[in-house]
C-alpha cells in the first residue's frame, strides 16, 4: 500500500487482534490484512445473513438466563479498558456465579466471553471458572473449537483458573410444549476441553505469524479458491476475483481437486482445459458452453397432464420453538405460490402468505389442498415440497389421504433438467436461480416475489435448507 502523501510504502504499528480477527487469520491471512487495514473493500452483509446474526445475539441473550445471578459487562465492545476493569472487579465478588461478556486481554488480543461461571471457590477466595461460548448452532463445529482456543489462551495468560471449556449450543431434540421456553432443554452445553487444549498449543505461533503479516506494507498475495467460502464466506470475494475472467477455472462445477491440478498447470480459463482432460458430465458441458436439449424432452414434457400446477413453497426455521409440538430450526411452512397453466395457455395464479405471528401450518395445508384441487400434476424444483409435506402429514393426520394424493401427483423438473437440457448461461449449476433466467429470459430470479428464505420469513431462516435446495444438490 502506497502512502497516500509521499507514495512510499506504510508501515504499520502493532496492531491489537480480537478473537474475530484471528478467526478470519485462520481462514486467510489476506482476510485478516483487508479486514484490519481496507475494511471498506469487503460486501456489506445481506438482508439474510445479518437475520442470522441477529438470530445468534438473540440466543444469547436466553443463555444467559440459564445462568441465574449472572452479571452483565455493561462497558461495550469499544470500550478496552473499562470493560476489562469491570470484568476484574465481578471477578473478585464471589457472590456473583457467572459473568457475560467479560472482557479479558493477553498477548495483544481482546476477547469478550459470552459466559464464564464461577465453578468453585478455593481457600484464599481464588476461583475456578468455566468458560463458556454460545452458538445458535446445533453441534460442534471445527470452527468453535478454534474460537474456543483463542478464548481460553487469552483468559489462562489473564491469569485464570479455567476447570472447562464448553460449548453450549442448540438441542434440535427439544420439543417445545407451551409456555416458558425450557432453557435446560433448550440449551446443550458440551465439555470440548480436550480438544480445545490440542488447538491452543498452536495459537502463539499462528498469533505471531498474524501480527507480521500486519506490520506488512500491502496484503499477502493469496488467490481466491475454495477456503474463501469455509467455514464461513468471506466478505472480499468480491474484491479478490473482479479481475478474474468470465470463464475463470474457478467456474467450473464440481469437484475442486480438478481446478486445483489444472490451476497447478497454468490453466486459468474453462476455454483452456486440454480436451484429454478427465471432465464429468456436467464439466464437459460447461466446457463445450453450447446449448444442449436431449432427444427425450419433448416427450418427458408432452407426458404431463393438465392443468399443470407450478408450485414453490416457503418455510421458516426457528431456533427458538414458538409453537406447541415443534422442535428448535423445525421447518414451518408460510407461504406458497401456485401457477396454473391451463390446456388453453392460460396461466393462473395463486398463493398465500402466512402474515402473522401464530402457527401457521394448519392454514398453509388447507389452502394448498384447495388450491392444488384433484387434478394435473404438481411441478417442483426438488425434492423440497415432497419432505415438507411428508413432515406435515405426521403432524396432521387428518390430511393424510389428502397429502398422499399429492405427493402421487407431484412431478420434479429438476432431475429433468439435469438429465435433458443444458444452456450454457447455467454456468454448470442447476440451482433455479441459474437456470430460469437461461430457460425464460423475461423472468430472472431476482424478479419473483420470493428470492431467498430469508426473505420470506422477515429474515429468520437457515440458509442451509435453501442454499441446497437452490443449488440443486
Ligand atoms: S476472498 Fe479469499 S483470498 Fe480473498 S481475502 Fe477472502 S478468503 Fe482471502
Not at 392460460?346 to 402473522?356: A, T, W
Request: aromatic residues 8%; glycine residues 6%.
Amino acid at each position: 500500500m502506497a502512502d497516500a502523501h509521499n507514495g512510499s510504502p506504510t508501515t504499520f504499528a502493532p496492531h491489537r487482534l480480537s478473537k474475530s480477527k484471528y478467526l478470519s487469520g485462520l481462514q486467510c491471512h489476506k482476510r485478516l490484512y483487508l479486514e484490519i487495514h481496507q475494511p471498506a473493500l469487503a460486501t456489506p452483509p445481506d438482508a439474510s445473513t445479518q437475520a442470522i446474526l441477529d438470530m445468534g445475539t438473540e440466543i444469547g441473550i436466553l443463555a444467559q438466563q440459564r445462568f441465574r445471578g449472572g452479571v452483565l459487562v455493561k462497558s461495550g465492545f469499544r470500550q478496552r479498558e473499562a470493560a476489562i476493569a469491570e470484568t476484574a472487579a465481578l471477578l473478585q465478588d464471589p457472590k456473583i456465579p457467572a459473568i457475560f461478556e467479560g472482557a479479558f486481554e493477553y498477548d495483544g488480543v481482546l476477547v469478550r466471553v459470552d459466559i464464564i461461571e464461577r465453578v468453585q471457590i478455593g481457600e484464599g477466595g481464588s476461583s475456578s471458572w468455566r468458560l463458556i461460548e454460545v452458538k445458535s448452532s446445533t453441534r460442534v463445529k471445527d470452527i468453535h473449537l478454534d474460537d474456543l482456543s483463542i478464548q481460553s489462551y487469552v483468559v489462562l495468560g489473564a491469569g485464570l483458573r479455567l476447570d472447562a471449556t464448553c460449548l453450549m449450543h442448540i438441542d434440535t431434540g427439544y420439543l417445545y410444549q407451551n409456555g416458558e421456553v425450557d432453557l435446560q432443554a433448550l440449551f446443550s452445553i458440551e465439555d470440548v476441553s480436550e480438544a480445545v487444549t490440542d488447538r491452543r498449543g498452536s495459537v502463539p505461533e499462528r498469533l505471531a505469524a498474524m501480527k507480521v503479516l500486519l506490520l506488512e506494507s500491502q496484503a499477502p498475495k493469496i488467490e481466491p479458491d475454495q477456503h474463501c467460502h469455509t467455514p464461513y464466506e468471506c466478505p472480499f470475494w468480491a474484491h479478490c476475483t473482479k479481475e478474474k475472467p468470465k470463464r475463470w477455472i474457478y467456474h467450473l462445477p464440481g469437484k475442486k481437486e480438478i481446478v486445483g491440478q489444472l490451476v497447478r498447470r497454468g490453466i486459468m480459463t474453462i476455454d483452456d482445459i486440454p480436451d484429454d482432460t478427465r471432465l464429468s458430465d456436467v464439466q464437459r458441458k460447461v466446457k463445450d458452453n453450447i446449448e444442449w436439449v436431449s432427444p427425450e424432452l419433448g416427450r418427458i414434457l408432452r407426458s404431463l397432464n393438465y392443468p399443470i400446477h407450478h408450485l414453490d413453497a416457503e418455510t421458516v426455521m426457528l431456533a427458538l420453538p414458538r409453537f406447541p409440538s415443534t422442535r428448535p430450526y423445525q421447518s414451518l411452512p408460510v407461504q406458497w405460490s401456485n401457477h396454473i397453466e391451463l390446456e388453453s395457455g392460460e396461466v393462473v395464479h395463486q398463493e398465500f402468505l402466512h402474515g402473522e405471528a401464530s402457527d401457521p401450518r394448519k392454514r398453509w395445508v388447507e389452502a394448498l389442498i384447495e388450491s392444488l384441487g384433484e387434478t394435473g400434476n404438481i411441478v417442483v424444483y426438488s425434492a423440497y415440497e415432497e419432505s415438507l409435506i411428508c413432515q406435515l402429514a405426521e403432524t396432521f393426520p387428518e390430511f393424510k389421504s389428502a397429502f398422499k394424493a399429492i405427493v402421487k401427483r407431484l412431478w420434479d423438473l429438476l432431475p429433468i433438467i439435469k438429465n435433458h437440457y443444458y444452456h450454457p448461461a447455467f454456468n454448470g449449476s442447476y440451482s433455479i436461480k441459474s437456470v430460469l433466467p437461461a430457460v425464460v429470459p423475461s423472468l430472472g430470479y431476482d424478479d419473483l416475489a420470493i428470492q431467498a428464505g430469508g426473505q420470506a420469513d422477515g429474515g429468520i431462516a437457515t440458509r442451509v435448507e435453501r442454499e441446497s435446495r437452490e443449488s440443486g444438490t
